[in-house]
């Protein structure tokens, strides 16, 4: 059984950081897509950023970047998402997620249908 845990997630003040985590068990990275997605209330999950295990290559929406670094530990199968500069707009749950087949790329990677195993959701609020 596939199991993705995130953790790290909590109450921070505008430009402050946090680094959330996700253990993975039951699965390896090994050639997949690993992806973290937001949830803010009342809208779409968003894609964040993602990673492949594959190649390291790494893609983030353009709402992040500069101030969110993902990265992955593919001999513990964990990942990571350092966000740095927060803004009371990154205010989400956060997911993790691992895809198997469409890879993460300038064309791929960042849509929750391209994922095929999640996690449970970690709380980032950012107070103004």
């Known amino acids: 059984e596939v199991q993705l845990v995130e953790s790290g997630g909590g109450l921070v003040q505008a430009g402050g950081s946090l680094r959330l985590s996700c253990a993975a068990s039951g699965f390896t990275f090994d050639d997949s897509a690993i992806g973290w997605f937001r949830q803010a209330p009342g809208k779409e999950r968003e894609g964040v950023s993602c990673i492949s295990s594959h190649d390291g290559m790494t893609y983030y929406a353009d709402s992040v970047k500069g101030r969110f670094t993902i990265s992955s530990d593919n001999t513990k199968n964990a990942m990571y998402l350092q966000m740095n500069i927060l803004k009371p707009e990154d205010t989400a749950v956060y997911y993790c997620?691992?895809?198997?087949?469409?890879?993460?790329?300038?064309?791929?990677?960042?849509?929750?249908?391209?994922?095929?195993?999640w996690g449970q959701g970690t709380q980032v609020t950012v107070s103004s």
């Open positions: 997620a691992v895809g198997e087949y469409y890879g993460c790329s300038p064309y791929s990677g960042l849509r929750p249908y391209e994922y095929d195993y």
